[in-house]
């Protein structure tokens, strides 16, 4: 995702003007495809753990389910086992 931000000052070069036209911003909600890589499991696992209650926290955005990355990443670190 990319937004813009207002004019950039004249005494910029090209590198520091492109820097200063566009901010990637990373998306703090992940699709099912998206955090069975992160996880390193089949997406019908993830489908599995939503029917269980027993994956990681999702939540649906109308017909979407989407998982928000910080709570996988909390979820996973809460799986391990000594």
Same mark, same amino acid.
């Given at each position: 995702? %990319?937004?813009a931000l207002g004019p950039a000052p004249a005494a910029m070069n090209l590198s520091d003007l492109e $820097?200063? $036209?566009r901010i990637e911003v990373a998306p $703090?909600? /992940?699709?099912? $495809?998206?955090v069975a890589v992160l996880l390193g499991v089949p997406e019908r696992t993830l489908e599995g753990g939503r /029917?269980?209650?027993s994956g990681p926290p999702? @939540?649906? @955005?109308? %017909?979407h389910i989407r998982y928000d990355r910080d709570d996988v990443l909390v979820w996973e670190r809460?799986? %391990?086992h000594v």
């Open positions: 995702m %990319r937004y $820097a200063h $036209a $703090a909600f /992940l699709t099912q $495809a998206e /029917l269980t209650k999702w @939540l649906k @955005l109308g %017909r809460e799986q %391990r």
